[in-house]
């Protein structure tokens, strides 16, 4: 099953790029339950505040950030419901896939749970100071990955998953910079496709560039300039997954 030019899930080949880095089944694929800095095989855990992606151990978390979901929300937008379980929005987030990449969302490959907020500060204690509205465990090439998010208004929630999903597609890259720059490439294509197909009825609530207002994001100001330089967030977010572009190296190969 491919979604993007020259990958496959269960597959050897990377994101229509060079490098076997991403790909389904890559030697450098991690599983379940450590930090930035080990060794391949091992887990990385994507908490994200809605601003900065956190792979660290729970002991370590800490700081609070401005919300990037609530920055690519319109201020006046139109209520949504808030979404209390997976079957409210399953529809329209596989719509939103399917737009993106051509292919199903690959359900045997991503689990979601939504739960409310005493579950979800409860159950992972790196929320407890309730800045994260989100996080992903990638288990690309190992087993099935995991996304878990908090019960939240659903243009919030959709922008959320898209930010996770962008972190699952792919295995986790060595640099946390290029991986969060990596999540947020897809999650504003992600954002691009909502507003643009009008998905939800959610185009009215969606600013694809916000002021910045102060907000500091090297991985999110990496991928804006890229941008800027006429490159389309779905190939910026590819480039990124293969390694033909990094913060890491400070260059980019198109």
């Known amino acids: 099953m491919s979604y993007f030019s020259g990958s496959s899930y269960g597959g050897g080949t990377s994101y229509g790029g060079n490098n076997s880095r991403a790909a389904y089944g890559s030697s450098s694929s991690y599983s379940s339950g450590s930090a930035y800095g080990s060794s391949p095989a091992r887990s990385e855990q994507h908490a994200y505040s809605g601003n900065e992606y956190q792979a660290r151990p729970p002991a370590q978390y800490g700081g609070p950030h401005e919300s990037i979901v609530d920055t690519y929300l319109e201020d006046n937008r139109p209520w949504t ?5 997976l079957g409210e929005i399953q529809s329209v987030l596989e719509q939103a896939f399917e737009k993106i990449t051509g292919q199903p969302f690959p359900r045997e490959h991503i689990t979601i749970t939504i739960q409310n907020a005493a579950d979800f500060e409860k159950r992972h ?8 509205v989100g996080y992903s465990i990638n288990n690309f090439g190992k087993g099935v990955s995991t996304i878990v998010v908090k019960q939240d208004h659903l243009d919030a929630m ?8 962008g972190h699952v597609l792919s295995p986790t890259l060595p640099d946390k910079r290029d991986e969060e720059a990596k999540a947020h490439a897809f999650s504003i294509a992600w954002m691009e496709t909502i507003r643009n197909e009008n ?3 959610l185009a009215p609530n969606i600013r694809l560039n916000p ?3 102060g907000l500091h994001d090297v991985a999110l100001d990496f991928v804006n300039t ?18 033909a572009t990094s913060i890491t190296h400070g260059g980019t190969s198109w």
């Open 81 to 85: 419901p808030i979404v209390t379980e």
């Open 125 to 132: 204690p790196i929320t407890a100071r309730g800045q994260v």
């Open 158 to 165: 959709l922008l959320t998953l898209g930010h996770e999903i």
């Open 199 to 201: 998905i939800a009825g």
């Open 211 to 213: 002021a910045r207002n």
């Open 226 to 243: 890229l941008r800027w330089t006429g490159n389309s967030a779905l190939d910026i977010f590819k480039t990124i997954a293969n390694g």
